[in-house]
């Protein structure tokens, strides 16, 4: 199985400030139409998870453009521009290439 | 706005079969994947499998022999089976739409999330 590997686990952030989480795979997410099949959700306190970003840098409907995700094959980046305390959460990146579909173990975002 | 619900036991037995339904309202449950995903308390996210409208499943191979999925699509619900379980399957179950795209039906990701539910293996 393809395992998911973020870092830091634990992110403290001052509100305005930027932010960015690490994600990688054990192997290639790249398929063979050239997508890398890497999202990211956020889980707020008490809350499902939600989909942040699909194919690595396409927002989810309603996402703010404070949120960007890059990489491709096996390192990807989740940034956010200026936190917000609505951000506090955990993140977790997925990959979606084969089954078992598998999640990183979340990065906990708090404020400062 | 599509909306799923998880229902069933909040409590289990040990040895003892876990049996939750997600009722799907607001469109049909006619494509794409279906799937249940789970989340010991404090821990992260397991995928447990989903299933597509037409039945075809697929399991994650940790929970492979204990685990069964079923759709009715005349209900707009889904269901889900683990059997023999322990207290490692305390947890909160989440069901979830897998949106899909492509001849094989490629998953791209998890759009639409039930609330969850926590159940409680104990005797």
């Known amino acids: 199985e393809i395992v998911m590997t973020q870092s830091p686990l634990s992110l403290p952030v001052t509100p305005g400030e930027a932010a960015s989480i690490s994600c990688r795979s054990s192997q290639s997410l790249v398929d063979s139409n050239g997508y890398n099949y890497l999202d990211w959700y956020l889980q707020k306190p008490g809350q499902s998870p939600q989909l942040l970003m699909y194919l690595v840098s396409n927002r989810a409907s309603g996402v703010p453009d404070r949120f960007s995700g890059s990489g491709s094959g096996t390192d990807f980046t989740l940034k956010i521009s200026r936190v917000e305390a609505e951000d506090v959460g955990v993140y977790y990146c997925?990959?979606?290439?084969?089954?078992?579909?598998?999640f990183g173990q979340g990065t906990r975002l708090e404020i400062k | 706005q599509m909306q799923l619900q998880e229902s069933g036991p909040g409590l289990v037995k040990p040895s003892e079969t876990l049996s939750l339904t997600c009722t799907v309202s607001g469109d049909s449950i006619s494509d794409h994947y279906w799937a249940w995903i789970r989340q010991p308390p404090g821990k992260g996210l397991e995928w447990m499998g989903y299933l597509y409208y037409n039945g075809r499943t697929n399991y994650n191979p940790s929970l492979k022999s204990r685990v069964s999925m079923s759709i009715d699509t005349s209900k707009n619900q889904f269901s889900l089976k683990v059997r023999s379980v322990t207290a490692a399957d305390t947890a909160v179950y989440f069901c979830a739409r897998g949106y899909c795209r492509g001849v094989g039906c490629q998953l791209y990701y998890f759009d639409y999330w039930g609330l969850g539910t926590l159940v409680a293996v104990s005797s």
């Open positions: 997925m990959q979606g290439l084969e089954t078992p579909i598998t």
